[in-house]
């Protein structure tokens, strides 16, 4: 995945703080990204959760959609898929335009836990709490503090939220849900610990039946593409013009996924990439150039971290060849040494 492996050529050069470049060379970098990565063949499909092994592992696509709603495709893009961990940091934008990034910090914290994704002595080692919404533990206690008087309530604030950013209404696969709901015993776990340390307050299964939910909300590439440009346009959706959530909460989600977007490998993903984003079991990954767009990606095959093999190596591919990495930086004209 190391984007110093990668010829990308002179655009290369351009530095993150500097505008994207015109649609021709997106497409040009899309195209590019999407033949190198479509040859490999690593990974394997998610089988944890039983419907998720019947993906296409051959399955390929990505997504561009630019801060002006603009949106460049190369392949699958249009294949459905659950959106799994994704989610999280979508309903974490929610939760903190709904109560304040203060009550959400206090409750669900924003450091990375150095543990995976479902581990559950992370949360004995810190007293209960949850550290970060990107973790299951957290992302469970994100969805439980949602206001509503209702679990249905709760339900309808996330579907609601997410079509938002994703400028469609997104619905539920029920075999996905059923599937999960019968297979989740480690987050029924996780639910009850976090209640028993006071972090979710009411019903824990109530609160995780609607995390599971949100899971298992049907997404495309094209849809990870719009909603992570949602983020990156500051909490307007560029496709509808809706605004969706304040520029803010925008700041303070993309540092989240910054730091714990890809678990314990966020440190590496943020050091080979340069952006903010999230991976899903499904095959999918979100990432964000602030101030500029979106790229949605969905291959299955995932390495043993689960993350999709294809996506990140086309993300690292695009980031060197768009010049989105937020470290990159040139000097100014004339102080060159």
């Known amino acids: 995945m190391r984007g110093d492996e990668f010829d990308v050529g002179d655009i290369a050069q351009r530095a993150g703080t500097g505008s994207i470049p015109d649609s021709d060379r ?25 419907i998720l092994a019947r993906a296409d592992a051959h399955a390929f696509g990505l997504c561009v959609a630019q801060g002006d709603g603009r949106l460049h495709e190369v392949g699958d893009t249009r294949i459905p898929f659950s959106i799994q961990s994704i989610s999280k940091v979508f309903v974490y934008a929610l939760l903190c335009d709904a109560i304040g990034r ?32 990107m973790v299951n533990a957290g992302a469970i206690a994100t969805t439980a503090m949602l206001p509503g008087a209702t679990t249905e309530a709760n339900w309808h604030l996330v579907q609601t939220g997410l079509s938002r950013f994703a400028g469609r209404d997104l619905i ?44 298992s909300l049907l997404v495309d ?71 500029k767009g979106g790229l949605g990606a969905y291959s299955p095959p995932l390495d043993s971290a689960g993350n999709s093999v294809r996506g ?26």
């Open 26 to 50: 997106i497409d040009a970098a899309l195209a590019g990204a999407y033949e190198r990565a479509r040859r490999h063949d690593e990974g394997a499909v998610a089988d944890y959760i039983p």
């Open 102 to 133: 203060q009550r959400a910090l206090e409750v669900v914290g924003v450091n990375n836990t150095g543990s995976a994704f479902n581990s559950v002595i992370a949360i004995e080692l810190n007293r209960g709490h949850p550290m970060n919404p």
């Open 172 to 215: 539920v696969d029920d075999e996905v849900y059923r599937s999960e709901s019968a297979t989740n015993e480690r987050n029924r776990a996780i639910a009850e610990l976090l209640s028993s340390y006071g972090r979710i307050e009411g019903d824990p299964l109530a609160a995780l039946d609607v995390y599971t939910r949100q899971c």
């Open 221 to 291: 590439a094209r849809d990870l593409a719009v909603m992570g440009a949602t983020l990156a346009h500051g909490g307007v959706n560029p496709v509808t013009g809706e605004r969706v959530v304040s520029a803010d909460v925008c700041r303070d989600a993309l540092a989240v996924l910054a730091a714990s977007g890809l678990y314990e490998r966020s440190g590496e993903w943020l050091f080979d990439i340069g952006l903010p984003g999230k991976s899903g079991v499904s095959g999918g990954i979100v990432t964000v150039a602030p101030g």
């Open 312 to 337: 990140q190596i086309a993300t690292a591919y695009l980031t060197r060849a768009l010049g989105l990495n937020l470290f990159a930086s040139e000097p100014r004209v004339g102080e060159e040494a």
